[in-house]
């Protein structure tokens, strides 16, 4: 059974894959001064209440935006369930398409990934939007080739960055509108409409650029937490993956077998 670790901002996501099935899938927050031994106590604790032996592992991947998580995950592979795990972006690791920017080691393992996943299930060209810690949209070519994106600040940051910097403004989660209303009768509802529709016209306006830029013909994938939601409401959305990253690592561990 595969092991597969997608560490990012905010959290870090477990996954046992067995063949072409997610088995088990855990979550917990990214933190860089995590041990080994506490990694290896949480998850043994999750795998033992779903019936699960660790020995169960014979494989592991890592893809991580936070370098300092890196050494003790790795760690954990190796001591716990006796793996060298795969490190994306780690000389020698193929990810099977090219990577068509000025430094491919500034691209985060994130998006790489995921770019992998989408050009095999659905083929390019496409847009990948990835709702996270940042937003991203990242290009796909014809060939499969990864081009380049754009990053804009997530949702939540946002949303902090509101309710930290305006004393009056309150902290509030982000959801979606009852009816298509864009005018606020309420400072709730008048911060609610405008983090939802202003991300929905950033969506629809991002993406006509880069179909102008890159082609009329080109699909919309979003993956991420929040993708159901706005694709829910807007159009320029084709597709929604919420596996799309532990898809795309089980594909780069398969090509450097």
Not at 11 to 28: K, S, Y
Not at 106 to 123: H, P, S, T
Not at 148 to 162: D, E, F, K, M, T
Request: hydrophobic share 45%.
């Amino acid at each position: 059974m595969l092991l597969t670790i997608d560490a990012g901002n905010t959290n870090t996501v477990f996954a046992l894959i067995d063949g072409d099935e997610i088995a088990e899938q855990w979550r917990i927050s990214t933190a860089d001064q995590r041990t080994v031994e506490e990694y290896m106590v949480w998850i043994s604790n999750l795998m033992a209440l779903h019936g699960r032996d660790i020995s169960v592992i014979t494989g592991a991947i890592i893809a991580s935006v936070v370098p300092q998580v890196v050494w003790p995950l790795s760690q954990l592979c190796k001591k716990y369930f006796n793996c060298e795990p795969i490190v994306v972006g780690a000389d020698g690791v193929k990810l099977g398409v090219d990577v068509r920017v000025d430094n491919p080691k500034e691209v985060g393992a994130d998006r790489l990934v995921n770019a992998v996943a989408a050009d095999a299930i659905y083929g390019g060209p496409m847009a990948v939007v990835d709702f996270g810690t940042a937003t991203t949209f990242d290009i796909v070519g014809n060939d499969g080739a990864y081009l380049g994106g754009i990053i804009c600040p997530g949702i939540n940051l946002s949303l902090s960055a509101l309710n930290q910097a305006a004393a009056k403004l309150p902290r509030i989660a982000i959801s979606a509108p009852e009816d298509t209303r864009v005018t606020g009768k309420t400072t709730l509802e008048a911060m609610q409409y405008g983090i939802f529709w202003g991300y929905v016209s950033m969506i629809e306006g991002l993406v006509k650029r880069l179909k102008d830029e890159h082609g009329q013909n080109m699909k919309v994938l979003a993956t991420g937490g929040l993708a159901p939601i706005f694709a829910d409401h807007t159009d320029a959305i084709d597709h929604v993956s919420g596996e799309l990253t532990l898809l795309g690592l089980k594909l780069i561990f398969e090509r450097n077998q």
